[in-house]
Structure formats: C-alpha cells, structure tokens
C-alpha cells in the first residue's frame, strides 16, 4: 500500500465521528433559528408589530382655546389669539447636543436658555415634546421652518394664546396666564397639566380656572425617523373653556382708571341691591398681555420693587384706617345703643379734653352745636369722639364686625384680606397692654388700629343705602358653554343685616345726604344736578398729628401725606350705584376723592361716558 493514498479503517471511522457531530451541531442551531422564528413571526409577530409602528406614530395634544370672558353688557374683554409654539422631541433630536447648538445657531437663541429648558423638563419621558419657546416671531419661525431638516425632534406648534383687548383693563380683577411650576403640578390642583401649559395666576383667570381652561384633544400622527410628521391618522378636537360674563360695566370701568391716571389708589363700585361689583380699579395697574409669552425676571422684579405695588390689588388687599368713613359705625352703634338719639346736641370749640390730653378736631375752632346728622355732614371729631367714649370699643367693634369690618367679603378672587377691628381682648392678647380709654376715641373717627380694604368701606355703605342687607360682592354674573348653554348663574347673596332699627339707619342716611347737598357739607363741592348723592368722606392719617413728617423744602413729602377717602350711593332714596374711592396720599377726602366719585355716578346713572364729560354741579 502506498502510504497517503487510502485511508486506514480506523482513520475513516473517526472522520466519520466527527462529521456526525457537525452535523447534529448544525441542525441543533438551525431548528433553533426556526423556533425562534416561528415564534417572532407566529406567535408574538402582532406584538412586535405593534412595537414597530409605535416607533413612528406620537399622540400629540391638542391644547384648547380658553374661555372668553365679556362684560355685563356682552362687549368682549378677552379673546384668544394664534401662537407659534416651539417644541423639541429629546428622543427624536439625536445627536441631542449637536441639534441644540444647531438650533441655537439658526435661531439666534442663547444655548444656554435652550439647555436650560431641557434640563427644567428633566424626569420626563425622552418621547415628550419639551417646550423650548412660546410665541416665536415670524423671523425665527422661518429661520426654524427653513432649515427644519437639519433640526431632528425640532417641530413648530400652532396653539391658542390668550389675548386681552383692553390694554391694562381691570388687570387685578380679570388677572393673567403664567406657566405652571414644578410646586403646581407636585400640588395635585392641576390634574393632567404637563410642563409647558399656562394656567390662571391671578385674578378670576386663577378662581375660574376649572371653568376657563377647557379640555385638551389630541391627534394621532405618523413621524420619520426625525420626528417630523408625515400625516395625521387621526384627530379628536379640543373642546373650548367656557364663557364668562361679569358684572363689570366696560365704561364705566374705563372711565375709572382714566380718573385715576397718575394717582395712586382704588376705586370700587357695586350696585347696592345686589352686590354685582361694577367697576374695580386698582392703580398703578400693569398689562396682562406682557405675562402671556412669560414674563423676564428683570421686568418682575420691576413690578414687584415698584413702591406704588402695581401688582397688589388695592381694593382688597389694601389695608388702611378708615377714617371718618367710620363715623357710620360711630353713629350707628351711638344711635342704636342709646347713648344719642336724633336730637342729642353737643357742643364743638375744636378740641375735646379726656384725661390729660386734648384731641382735636379737623376744624380749628369747632363746629359749634352739632346734632348726629350735622355731626356726620360735617365730620365733627369732637360729636365722635365723645359717641365712642360712651359707648366703648366693644361695642363699636360688634357694629363694625356686624357691618362686615374686620373680616373677608367673601368676593370670587383670590388673598383678600380681612383689615382688623380693634377689641380690649384684641389689644391685650397682641401687646400684653391693657385697653386706654384715649385709644377709644381714635378708633371712633376710623384712626387707631382700625385697618379697612375699600371693598369692605364699600360694602358698609352699600348696607347703609339699600336699607341694611349686606350682600356678598359678585363678579361675575353667568358662565355658558361655548354653544351658549348655561353651566352656572349667579344670584345676589345676602350675608347679613345692619342690627340697627329701619328709624335709627334714616337718620343715619340723612346725616350722609347732608354731606353732600346741605352747604357745609364735606362734599358740597361734589353735588350733582338731578342726581341726588349721599356720601361720606375721610382723612386717614398717615403719621400722628404730634408727629413731624419729613419736608422737602417747605411741602411735606408725598409719601407722609393723608390718604384721602370718599364713599357714596345715588340716587340717596333708591340707589342704584355705590362708590368707594381711596386715594393714597391724596391728603383730603372732599379734594382728591369726591369729584371722582361723582364724575362714575354720573356717568352710570346718565348713560355718557365721555371722559371729557363733566358732571353738572349746582350753583352755590
């Protein structure tokens, strides 16, 4: 045998061996392709089916245009308007950094506020759509949409965007729109909100909330491997927030920020038979429509270090002494508890001894004999201040709370605040110092530590005009569907009755017609012809009478001035208007405050809101 040629038996028998094996080898893994392909494709091929689509197809949101809100007459206050939305897929946008400073190069925004965005969005799912800005220009809009395929995950959405008409009108009234924070959302108050959503933040915007926001829809969309939609497969429509009509007059409320251009303070007016607010000023005020594309840190923190406090609503958050707005209580309690009556006469020189101080009296040299109707048209200090001696600062305080001082009205907006109506218990609890008898005296005249809103001075005279029933101020009158179908309606609420006799409140409101129709009046000046008004006006002091304010030269700074207050209702025997007027620092009531008073009763009740338009005042 030639060695090489043939192979010995026991070499074929072992190639054999391992040829066996290769075999059941390759058949071992190839049974296990087809296993595993008989299952991806038979038995779980409709789940991973699933899995592949979901790759290309998103759920986007539908954000629905928020509730119009409109006056008590159906003029329009606040509509919604289109926004170019830009937003970014983190899924979609790979490599991330790269596209990002992409973006920033195109667009011309700052790297670091798009990081920035990111970073506040982090925690969310990488598929969220994170929004990077609200309400884009049209040059960066088109600087987006141009290169648009160079920007994976970056897409434009057009969403509604809340518009207010009236330039700064009724601002701490209506409110404005801020993005939620990370403590809203954590709150559970704002269920299915999402980083990126804006919600009422001030304002009815803020306590109709539920009302006004609407419900989100969505649509089904296929995306590329960019992230950029290819078609919709399928859409379900938002549904509109609904509509809410106040109780605001729109004139009337324009007329009254005109009147107070330049001054700092509020003015409030409400119909007296139900608590329908009609006009509410606040001033300085600010412009809403500067929060809805988000508001700087540098511009809010130029509101919020403003020494006028544009952003504090005045007429419910302003606290200050009352002044002879209270002399109503005074007179009411004086009257009711018998300590005077119509005919009790005392005599005025001025000042009013008690114990070892003199309080003086506005008028320097007194008013002579004053009644309680003189003692009110003429605001005589020294007739209250001997009231309130008698009677004690208990018992002014049951009047005052039962007048509704000393507590919230209980109006639709938000951190009202309650002013304070001194007690003894009150003054020991708080300083450890009993109650002085001296201290009664100032409370009487609305000075001491009495602190009212003009709401609730308002709503004192409002109670006083229409015969002793308080009502709950109202600001809105009805909410409807967007189709017109009414969700909710609001009727006037009483909260309570004046506990003083129909008798001893007439006397009460002919002391305030004399105010401003009987010569001597505080308000004389003020009188309207064919409109007959009551009222009653106030000096709140802003340092003591002992006390030396700061001068610049020989004029006393501003800011150390009186505040000036004027509260009135016509027409005096069915009235249909009320106002409050407080001027910060406007020293005197009759001056500063009155004529405004007049000029919104006048142009309510005569229907001519010109703002050139004067009341016609009678000769003297």
Aim: charged share 25%; proline share 5%.
């Amino acid at each position: 045998m030639i060695p090489g040629r043939y192979f010995d038996a026991p070499d074929m028998e072992w190639y054999k061996q391992r040829l066996t094996r290769i075999v059941f080898v390759v058949m071992v893994v190839f049974s296990a392709l087809f296993l595993r392909l008989f299952y991806l494709q038979a038995i779980g091929g409709s789940e991973y089916r699933r899995l592949s689509e979901n790759n290309c197809i998103r759920l986007q949101t539908i954000q629905p245009a928020r509730g119009l809100i409109f006056d008590r007459n159906g003029e329009l206050l606040v509509d919604n308007r289109p926004s170019f939305d830009l937003y970014i897929t983190p899924k979609d946008a790979t490599p991330l950094e790269e596209t990002l400073l992409r973006l920033s190069h195109f667009s011309g925004i700052e790297l670091a506020d798009l990081k920035s965005r990111i970073a506040e969005a982090k925690g969310r799912p990488f598929y969220k759509p994170v929004l990077l800005m609200r309400d884009m220009g049209r040059d960066l809009f088109a600087a987006v949409e141009v290169h648009r395929y160079e920007l994976p995950g970056v897409f434009v959405s057009i969403e509604p965007l809340r518009h207010y008409l009236n330039e700064r009108f009724a601002p701490h009234l209506i409110g404005y729109l801020g993005e939620i924070n990370g403590q809203e959302l954590a709150s559970g108050e704002y269920v299915g909100r999402r980083q990126g959503d804006v919600i009422g933040k001030f304002g009815i915007e803020r306590t109709l909330e539920n009302y006004l926001k609407g419900k989100p829809g969505g649509r089904q969309v296929e995306v590329n491997a960019a992230g950029q939609v290819i078609r919709v497969l399928r859409t379900v429509n938002a549904v509109s927030g609904d509509k809410i009509y106040l109780t605001l007059d729109k004139r009337l409320q324009e007329l009254a920020q005109t009147l107070f251009e330049g001054k700092v303070g509020s003015a409030v007016a409400m119909d007296p038979s139900n608590g329908e607010v009609l006009a509410m000023v606040s001033s300085p005020g600010f412009d809403q429509n500067e929060f809805v594309g988000g508001l700087s840190h540098k511009a809010w923190n130029k509101l919020m270090s403003n020494p006028d406090r544009p952003m504090e609503n005045k007429a419910i958050q302003g606290e200050y002494p009352p002044a002879s707005t209270y002399k109503i209580i005074t007179a009411l309690g004086g009257l009711e508890e018998n300590v005077i009556d119509a005919h009790t006469a005392i005599f005025c020189n001025g000042k009013y001894r008690f114990g070892d101080r003199v309080f003086r009296d506005w008028k320097k040299g007194g008013h002579g004999s004053v009644d309680v109707e003189k003692a009110i048209a003429q605001s005589c200090d020294v007739f209250f201040y001997q009231v309130g001696q008698k009677l004690g600062v208990d018992r002014l305080a049951r009047y005052a709370r039962a007048a509704g001082l000393g507590e919230v009205s209980g109006i639709d907006l938000g951190n009202e605040k309650p002013g304070l109506v001194p007690t003894s218990a009150w003054k020991k609890q708080k300083t450890g110092v009993p109650w002085r008898g001296g201290e009664t005296l100032s409370v009487a005249i609305g000075q001491g530590y009495n602190l009212a809103t003009p709401l609730q001075v308002l709503c004192v005279t409002c109670a006083v005009g229409n015969g002793g029933t308080r009502y709950r101020p109202q600001i809105f009158k009805k909410i409807e569907t967007p189709y017109g179908d009414l969700v909710r309606e609001n009727f006037p609420e009483p909260v309570g009755k004046l506990p003083v006799s129909a008798e001893n409140q007439a006397i009460v409101r002919k002391g305030l017609f004399k105010v401003v129709n009987e010569p001597g009046g505080t308000a004389f000046q003020s009188r309207i012809a064919g409109i007959p008004m009551s009222g009653k006006t106030g000096t709140a002091q802003v340092v003591g009478r002992g006390e030396s304010p700061k001068t610049k030269g020989n004029k006393t700074s501003w800011n150390f001035l009186d505040h000036a207050w004027f509260t009135a209702y016509a027409p005096s025997d069915n009235p249909k208007i009320a106002v409050t007027i407080m001027v910060e620092h406007g020293e005197h009531g009759s001056s500063a405050a009155a004529p405004i008073a007049a000029k919104m009763i006048y142009a309510y009740l005569s229907q001519d809101y010109k703002i050139e338009a004067e009341p016609v005042l009678l000769e003297e």
